[in-house]
């Protein structure tokens, strides 16, 4: 077999770094592995097709699966993950002290479709009964004006989508009161310089809220998977187990240095301790691939997708995938 030339893009997080170092090859491909930030690659993947292994938004793949018009199938490696309380800011000088004060409030998104909002919506539903509609969404670039939606949504009625001005950001808006609060996967950079009366709706206890919310639902969030275009997997049906082996090689040489007390893998003091204690609340394998182990996370996800109106239709776990890449051999 030739060995096939692929364009792979995707963040260098310690869990993929061995396939950029070539620690984990992909079999029988020559990689050329492009180090991008989550919303380059999203937005370059989904508007332009531009890579043939990309990280790709879950939410954003199971939209355009509902649709019919995805150009990419995922495996499920998910490389990026993340508890989502600690994503809710809000101007703590107008009495929002629980979840159930997010009620009539103005809160700005980046994007409404992105995974970090569809858990963080779902969660207030579910946990705390503060629905979608009961809240005034505005959207646009959290520090640079003019961010849209990477694939076109149709939510229909009930929801109160707007765009922001083009020349604001929902950062300066917050900080200037002009907004309730955000929610998304990243920090405001008024918070992280300390602007006044902005804070997270967690305050400093957001990690307990976490830890709380796994030991209730057993859920840790997936935010990003790994998408392979169709067009290559169909022409190289080997492709997409050869680009997750790789992928889970990856990963577990990651978790292996991450508990290694001779030399830390990370700049923390004390990266070991705060292994044993992710073991001893999540289990051993804390981050687990695989459709099986993650069944229930994707599945309430694409519930809250279908409720939230960013799917036409509840789809359903085993779409997102290559077949192949849910049957691996066994020896």
């Keep these: 077999m ?12 310690d869990r993929t770094r061995a396939l950029f170092d070539g620690r984990a090859p992909i079999e029988g491909c020559e990689v050329a592995a492009v180090a991008l930030e989550p919303e380059e690659a999203f937005h370059r993947a989904f508007r332009y097709r531009e890579f043939d292994v990309t990280e790709i938004s879950l939410s954003s ?17 998910f490389i990026s993950r993340v508890f989502r309380q600690s994503g809710i800011y809000v101007r703590t000088d107008r009495g929002i002290a629980t979840p159930q004060d997010l009620r009539g409030r103005i809160i700005g ?17 579910d946990e705390h009964g503060v ?15 003019g961010r849209g939606e990477r694939a076109p949504i149709d939510l229909g009625p009930g929801i109160d989508l707007r765009q ?8 300066g808006m917050l900080e200037h009161g002009e907004i309730d609060g955000y929610i998304g996967a990243r920090a405001p950079s008024c918070f992280l310089r300390g602007a006044p009366n902005v804070g997270r709706l967690y305050g400093d206890d957001y990690i307990e809220a976490e830890k709380a ?11 990003h998977m790994v998408g392979i275009r169709k067009s290559l997997a169909a022409a190289h049906p080997w492709l997409p187990v050869s680009v997750y082996k790789a992928f889970i090689k990856a990963k577990e040489l990651a978790v292996r240095d991450l508990g290694e007390i001779c030399h830390l893998a990370a700049t923390l003091p004390w990266m070991v301790h705060h292994l044993d204690e992710a073991r001893a609340l999540m289990g051993q394998d804390f981050w687990p691939y695989g459709l099986e182990a993650n069944r ?3 599945d309430t996800f694409s519930r809250y ?9 509840r789809v359903a776990p085993e779409e997102l995938f290559a077949p192949s890449a849910l049957d691996l051999s066994k020896i």
């Design 2 to 13: 030739n060995t096939l030339r692929i364009s792979l893009a995707c963040g260098n997080y």
């Design 61 to 77: 793949h199971m939209m355009t699966t509902a649709r019919g018009d995805n150009d990419y199938v995922a495996i499920p490696a």
């Design 109 to 125: 998104v980046p994007e409404y479709q992105i995974t970090a909002n569809v858990w963080i919506r779902g969660i207030l539903q």
């Design 131 to 145: 629905r979608p509609e009961e809240i005034g969404w505005r959207r646009g670039g959290v520090e640079e004006p």
């Design 164 to 171: 922001i001005p083009d020349d604001k950001t929902l950062s």
């Design 213 to 223: 919310y796994f030991r209730r639902s057993g859920i840790f969030p997936i935010m």
């Design 296 to 298: 229930h996370a994707i």
């Design 305 to 313: 997708h279908f409720e939230q109106g960013l799917s036409k239709r």
